[in-house]
């Protein structure tokens, strides 16, 4: 053989080692439990004009990059409520999600709501898991492919199995929640051929993560929500990561890879979480505008001050404070409320309407059941005086009352649903009191 065709031969023999082992960079940008926290904090912190900023400062000339929400985008705030969560979407539109799937919240207004989010999103919705009896899922598809850089990205969106603890059976409708785990390794399986790399981008409890992460290793990355803590490093098991943020839009994550696209895999990753501060970061002007002026239009319905707080008190402190709320407005012998059902803190100084909402967000009422005082045994270990033989009532959420046995440990029997809404109850107790201390 001449000099000339070894040469090429060797040059054909480099360029198919370089594409057996081609790497390529893939970024994804994510959030998660966002809960309509259009405006900053009292920090300033988070908000969608500042968010939006992080995103595009991080994205900005970026050919290799992926924004990703994973669920509860609505319910939280006054903005979510009174619109019933469509306002919230069409602000999320200027945030330019590549992807999102759905939260356990994104269902408190109910399927029908839900629907309307999916249709007025400019970016898709996947979850494969949410299904009628017929087996038709709730969103238009159970996953999406995305073509970032070369790579076939394809996104499964997956939600909790525990959903129905999570919500009202009433607002879920006709959907069920399929295995999560069996779910997305069959959907693995579809887009092998169809994609280069496999992201689950998840609503989920641990074990659902856990049962992903370990059972499905087609499955590189979990991009998930549910825990408002987030992860202070990724879950990592045999080189598959999980990573979730903060909630209430605070920070932002970042999850820069290396992908063998041959072997479809994860070669390498570095995450790092970049604060939504609204002291260092200018916020984008397009999305604060919209913010600013809906704001305006929300002001005079929930800035008005109801009462003074001495102090901050905290979310333990408010659930103690919701019991008494709801045990004056039925007369009933005991309140009970579920610890996740409060949201938010109430800051030291005046008490508005806001701060109440901020603190009970849903549309839940004020429900009372009787119980037998056996029945009561959590109420006896708080230091309650329990006779085993008598009839005791007990005012609750309507959500408790749907999950008395898993919430309360035990069942009682509910003896009206016409209640006021729990945060209505919040708001006349609180101009009663006027000074809380």
């Not at 169809?194 to 290793?217: N, S, Y």
């Not at 603190?359 to 839940?364: K, L, S, T, V, W």
């Not at 109420?379 to 033989?389: S, T």
Request: net charge neutral; aromatic share 6%; hydrophobic share 45%.
């Amino acid at each position: 053989m001449t000099r000339e065709p070894r040469r090429a031969a060797a040059s054909i023999l480099l360029v198919a080692a370089a594409l057996a082992a081609e790497t390529r960079a893939l970024t994804i940008l994510h959030t998660n439990d966002l809960h309509a926290r259009i405006s900053p904090d009292s920090d300033r912190q988070g908000g969608f004009a500042v968010l939006a900023a992080v995103l595009r400062k991080e994205t900005e000339g970026c050919n290799s990059c992926l924004i990703l929400n994973a669920g509860d985008l609505v319910q939280g705030t006054p903005a979510s409520s009174l619109y019933q969560g469509q306002l919230i979407f069409d602000l999320a539109n200027l945030l330019h999600f590549d992807a999102a799937t759905l939260g356990n919240h994104d269902l408190d207004y109910g399927f029908e709501r839900t629907r309307a989010f999916i249709k007025s999103a400019n970016y898709p919705i996947v979850s494969a898991n949410l299904a009628d009896a017929a087996g038709k899922l709730l969103t238009p598809e159970p996953y999406v492919i995305k073509t970032v850089n070369g790579i076939r990205v394809a996104i499964i969106g997956a939600m909790l199995t525990r959903l129905m603890d999570n919500s009202l059976r009433s607002r879920v409708g006709p959907y069920s929640v399929l295995p999560v785990a069996e779910t997305v390794r069959k959907y693995a399986k579809e887009v092998r051929e169809k994609a280069d790399f496999l992201v689950v981008l998840g609503h989920l409890d641990a074990a659902d993560q856990t049962a992903i992460l370990r059972g499905v290793p087609e499955v590189q990355v979990l991009v998930t929500g549910h825990d408002h803590a987030g992860l202070s490093a990724p879950d990592v098991y045999e080189g598959r990561v999980d990573v979730r943020v903060k909630g209430y839009g605070v920070e932002a994550g970042r999850l820069a890879m290396k992908v063998d696209v041959s072997a479809k895999k994860l070669e390498s990753w570095n995450w790092h979480k970049i604060p939504v501060d609204g002291h260092t970061v200018k916020p984008a002007p397009d999305v604060a505008a919209q913010v600013d002026a809906w704001e305006k239009k929300i002001a005079p319905l929930v800035d008005i001050r109801v009462g003074e707080a001495k102090r901050e008190f905290t979310r333990t402190e408010l659930r103690a404070m919701l019991e008494r709320a709801m045990v004056e407005i039925t007369k009933a012998d005991f309140g009970f409320m579920n610890a996740g059902g409060v949201r938010d803190k109430l800051p030291k100084g005046r008490i508005l309407v806001r701060d109440l909402w901020n603190i009970m967000p849903f549309e839940n009422q004020v429900v009372v059941a009787r119980f037998k005082g056996s029945q009561l045994g959590q109420f006896a270990k708080a230091g309650h005086a329990i006779d085993p033989a008598r009839d005791y009532t007990v005012a609750m959420p309507d959500f408790v009352a749907e999950h008395q046995e898993a919430l309360i440990g035990a069942a009682g029997q509910v003896l009206s649903k016409d209640g006021p809404l729990v945060r209505d109850a919040l708001i006349e107790w609180v101009k009663k009191q006027r000074m809380l201390e």
